[in-house]
Nanobody
Framework: QVQLVESGGGLVKHGGSLRLSCAASGITSSMYTMNWYRQAPGKERELVARITSDGAEINSADSVKGRFTISRDNAKDTVYLQMENLKPEDSAVYYC????????????WGQGTQVTVSS
């Protein structure tokens, strides 16, 4: 059974920091590109950051560049999202997503973790 379990969300003040974790089980995470998405109420789900299976390629949304950092530890089957200088507009449910690096239609989602940034 494949599971992606996010943790680390919570309530933080404007300018604060949080570190999200996504622990994968039931898959060999080194075969997957890992992504962080977020969805705020009434808005579309958007891609925040992605990291390729070997960590060689990283992309992030313009809205979080310079503030959020994605990383991974394949030995622990875990991907992280370090979020700095958080803003109220970063408030959303953050989801972890795994996409197989060869069979792109094979993908999994976590249940999400809430991040709320107070002004």
């Amino acid at each position: 059974q494949v599971q992606l379990v996010e943790s680390g969300g919570g309530l933080v003040k404007h300018g604060g920091s949080l570190r999200l974790s996504c622990a994968a089980s039931g898959i060999t995470s080194s075969m997957y590109t890992m992504n962080w998405y977020r969805q705020a109420p009434g808005k579309e789900r958007e891609l925040v950051a992605r990291i390729t299976s070997d960590g060689a390629e990283i992309n992030s949304a313009d809205s979080v560049k310079g503030r959020f950092t994605i990383s991974r530890d394949n030995a622990k089957d875990t991907v992280y999202l370090q979020m700095e200088n958080l803003k109220p507009e970063d408030s959303a449910v953050y989801y972890c997503n795994a996409v197989h690096k060869i069979w792109g239609l094979l993908e999994y989602w976590g249940q999400g973790t809430q991040v709320t940034v107070s002004s």
